[in-house]
T-cell receptor, first 118, second 115 residues
Framework: DTGVSQNPRHKITKRGQNVTFRCDPISEHNRLYWYRQTLGQGPEFLTYFQNEAQLEKSRLLSDRFSAERPKGSFSTLEIQRTEQGDSAMYLC????????????????FGSGTQLSVL | GENVEQHPSTLSVQEGDSAVIKCTYS??????FPWYKQELGKGPQLIID?????GEKKDQRIAVTLNKTAKHFSLHITETQPEDSAVYFC??????????????FGAGTQVVVTP
C-alpha cells in the first residue's frame, strides 16, 4: 500500500444525478478526511472520521452530501441531486497520529476525484 | 474561524535562485502549519511542516519560519530547480476533537522555475 487511493479519477454527470466516490486510506491510518478543491483555490475541509465515527462536518457539507466509513477502512462520499456548483476536485486524506506524540499528525492526500456536473 | 492569506499568487524565478512564499493567519490558537506542493492533476503533497513551539525548520533546500507574535509564516526554497515548478499551499490548524487535520488552506502560489 503506497498511498491514499481514490476512485474514480474523473466523473462526469448530469445535473440532478447522484454520484459516489470511494477513498482507500493508507492501511494503518485511523483518521480519514474529505476536502473539496475548486479551480484556483486551496482545499476546503468537508468532514473527518476517526475509525468509523464521523467526528466533524463542515457547514459546507449540505444535506445532499453524505459520507460513510462503515468498517473504519475505506470511505465513500455521496452527493445526491448534483448541482453545477458541486463541480470540483474531491480530495481524501488519511493520517495516523504518532504513538506517544498525538500532536504529530500529518495528512497525506490522494490524487482526488474530479467531478464535472453538466 | 481561521483565515489564511498567501502571497504572492504567482512567482517566477530563474533556476538556482531562491523563492519565498509568505502566509498570514488570523486565529491565535492555530499551532500547526504545513506546506503542500501540488502538481497538475495530483493531490497536495506534504513537503514540510512546523509547530508553534519551533521558530524555524529546514529540510535540505526547503525551510519554513514561523513568527507567532506577528501570525505569519514563510516557505523558503533555495537553489530552485525546474522540478520545483508547482502550486504551493500553506495551511494552518489547531486541535479540534483531538485532531489537527482540519486545515485552513491559503489560495496557493503558482511557482514557475525557468531554466
Amino acid at each position: 500500500d503506497t498511498g491514499v487511493s481514490q476512485n474514480p479519477r474523473h466523473k462526469i454527470t448530469k445535473r440532478g444525478q447522484n454520484v459516489t466516490f470511494r477513498c482507500d486510506p493508507i492501511s494503518e491510518h485511523n483518521r480519514l478526511y474529505w476536502y473539496r478543491q475548486t479551480l484556483g483555490q486551496g482545499p476546503e475541509f468537508l468532514t473527518y472520521f476517526q475509525n468509523e465515527a464521523q467526528l466533524e462536518k463542515s457547514r459546507l457539507l449540505s444535506d445532499r452530501f453524505s459520507a460513510e466509513r462503515p468498517k473504519g477502512s475505506f470511505s465513500t462520499l455521496e452527493i445526491q441531486r448534483t448541482e453545477q456548483g458541486d463541480s470540483a476536485m474531491y480530495l481524501c486524506a488519511s493520517s495516523l497520529p504518532e504513538q506517544g506524540n498525538p500532536t504529530n499528525e500529518k495528512l497525506l492526500f490522494g490524487s482526488g476525484t474530479q467531478l464535472s456536473v453538466l | 474561524g481561521e483565515n489564511v492569506e498567501q502571497h504572492p499568487s504567482t512567482l517566477s524565478v530563474q533556476e538556482g535562485d531562491s523563492a519565498v512564499i509568505k502566509c498570514t493567519y488570523s486565529d491565535s490558537a492555530s499551532n500547526y502549519f504545513p506546506w503542500y506542493k501540488q502538481e497538475l492533476g495530483k493531490g497536495p503533497q506534504l513537503i514540510i511542516d512546523i509547530r508553534s513551539n519551533v521558530g524555524e525548520k529546514k529540510d535540505q533546500r526547503i525551510a519554513v519560519t514561523l513568527n507567532k507574535t506577528a501570525k505569519h509564516f514563510s516557505l523558503h526554497i533555495t537553489e530552485t530547480q525546474p522540478e520545483d515548478s508547482a502550486v504551493y499551499f500553506c495551511a494552518a490548524s489547531r486541535e479540534v476533537t483531538d485532531s489537527w487535520g482540519k486545515l485552513q488552506f491559503g489560495a496557493g502560489t503558482q511557482v514557475v522555475v525557468t531554466p
